[in-house]
C-alpha cells in the first residue's frame, strides 16, 4: 500500500527495465508524470535523489524476491 508522499514505477526508471508492476488507486490522488529522458535529467542533476531510488529498487526487489523466490527476474 502507498500513501502520500510515496512513489512508484522507480523500478524500471531507475533500473532501465520494464515495468514489474501495476498501481490502481483506490481514491482520488495527483500524480505528476514525467517523461524518462525528463527523469534521467533528474537523477543526473541531483545524486541524493538517484542513490535514494535506486536504494529503493533495491528493496523493492528484494522483497519480491523473498515472496516468489530467487527465480524472479527484475
Known sequence: TLGPGDVFGEISLV???PATA??????????IVLPAADFQKV?????????????LSDK???A????????VVI
Open 22 to 31: 501495476d498501481v490502481i488507486a483506490t481514491d482520488t490522488l495527483g500524480a
Open 64 to 71: 519480491s524476491r523473498d515472496l516468489v523466490g530467487d527465480d
Open 60 to 62: 523493492r526487489i528484494a
Open 15 to 17: 533500473k532501465r527495465r
Open 43 to 55: 537523477l543526473a542533476d541531483f545524486p541524493e535523489v538517484h542513490k535514494f531510488l535506486d536504494n
